[in-house]
């Protein structure tokens, strides 16, 4: 079973940067988009942003103009630089990598992102 490996997480203050980074322990085939998810304590999870295989992205408003999702495709590696963080984008991060293949959809374990204020 392939696992999908986050990194890049941690403590910042208010206007601070992250950039976190998501990968597989192994090779997914066929993937149709990857996606950063967020759940904060007493809150649904939501999507924060996804690029798609022709390359174009979606963000929560949230998070437009301060988040950039990329992607890099040799290494099926998807990456999300957060800049101008707020204490409201505390969070657990999860990635998510969508396959037209079973099981079509891979979760990482969550990655927890701090902002303080």
């Known amino acids: 079973q392939v696992q999908l490996v986050e990194s890049g997480g941690g403590l910042v203050q208010a206007g601070g940067s992250l950039r976190l980074s998501c990968g597989p322990s192994?090779?997914?085939?066929?993937?149709?988009?990857m996606g950063w998810y967020r759940q904060a304590p007493g809150n649904q999870r939501e999507e924060v942003a996804t690029?798609?295989?022709?390359?174009?992205?979606n963000y929560a408003d949230s998070v437009k103009g301060r988040f950039t999702i990329s992607r890099d495709n040799t290494k099926n590696t998807v990456y999300l630089q957060m800049n101008s963080l707020k204490p409201e984008d505390t969070a657990t991060y999860y990635c998510?990598?969508?396959?037209?293949?079973?099981?079509?959809?891979?979760w990482g374990q969550g990655i927890q992102v701090t902002v303080s204020s």
């Open positions: 690029i798609y295989s022709g390359g174009s992205t």
């Open positions: 192994g090779r997914i085939f066929s993937i149709n988009a």
């Open positions: 998510q990598i969508g396959s037209y293949l079973a099981p079509h959809v891979y």
